[in-house]
């Protein structure tokens, strides 16, 4: 299925992805299987590809499913992936399997959000982050990114706040990078409005930045492993992660052992 479209929005599109991708024609060429020529001839409109053109190119530039379908567009041809709502039907066998694996992580906290870090489902642990946090800031759709940074959500117990919110931040924009999102820089922007303006420390690794959380048992000292599916053919699918959180020490360990041992007695 074909649809009508500005015949030069393609090639603007397949000139504004390699841009962004760093990539020259050849290099395109070259991962697509085709000629620098036919990338050249696509760029300047002097060639309308097919529907299997699109997507290779689309696959050799690393594009999400979401700007795959957008590419599609662009040239002219419906989006060929689907965006369930997470209750679909069809993605109960996913739920399912998903919630397992959050049920599976206890005692320690787990989570699964959306590309803007919308939470859409959470493990009972993940109660230990909501402790003190207003009313307002737990308003659906919870924001973890923000819930984490707001100085009246978890912030206010982060020890290492400056270390770690910058690691948030710097890991999301290496995100829009990849994928230029206008609400996503958005939320980089509020975000970093909300960090101190202090350096990060000399210990400060960008990519390994564990979270030092204060609560009523005790400092927690937490390291966090995110897991993508990537086999998804949804585009709503494709871009969940699922977030959790390990026990970077002994004692964090007992400690949510602990509490997870008090919630079950209290039930």
């Known amino acids: 299925m074909t649809t009508v479209t ?3 929005l393609f090639a603007r599109e397949l000139r504004r992805w ?12 070259i991962r697509a299987d085709t000629t ?21 190119l689309a696959e050799s530039l690393g594009l999400s499913l979401r700007e795959r379908n957008a590419l599609l567009l662009a040239a002219g ?37 959306d590309a803007l870090g919308r939470v859409i489902e959470t493990n009972a642990a993940f109660a230990l982050f909501l402790e003190g946090v207003p009313p307002e800031l737990l308003r659906e759709p919870v924001n973890v990114r923000r819930l984490a940074l707001h100085p009246d959500g ?21 995100r829009a990078q990849l994928s230029p999102d206008p609400d996503l820089d958005d939320l980089i922007a509020e975000l970093e409005g909300y960090l101190p303006t202090t350096a990060p420390g000399p210990d400060y690794v960008g990519f390994a930045v564990p979270l030092r959380l204060r609560t ?10 995110l897991t993508s599916i990537a086999t998804a053919v949804d585009v709503s699918l494709a871009e969940l992660h699922l977030e959790a959180f390990l026990p970077a020490d002994a004692a964090t360990a007992e400690i949510l052992r602990a509490r997870a041992e008090r919630t079950a007695a209290a039930v």
Request: glycine share 8%.
């Open 154 to 174: 978890m912030a206010r117990r982060v020890v290492n706040l400056p270390d770690w919110g910058r690691h948030i931040t710097e890991a999301l924009r290496v």
């Open 77 to 113: 041809y419906a989006p060929v992936y689907a965006e369930s709502d997470w209750d679909a039907p069809h993605l109960a066998p996913t739920r399912s399997a998903l919630r397992s694996v959050l049920d599976g992580h206890l005692p320690y906290p787990a989570l699964i959000v």
């Open 18 to 29: 390699r841009g962004t991708r760093r990539l020259s024609q050849l290099d395109l060429a």
């Open 216 to 225: 009523g048992d005790g400092e927690l000292r937490l390291i966090t492993t």
């Open 6 to 8: 500005d015949p030069g």
């Open 36 to 56: 620098q020529r036919y990338v050249s001839y696509l760029e300047q409109g002097r060639s309308r590809p097919g529907r299997t053109v699109v997507l290779r």
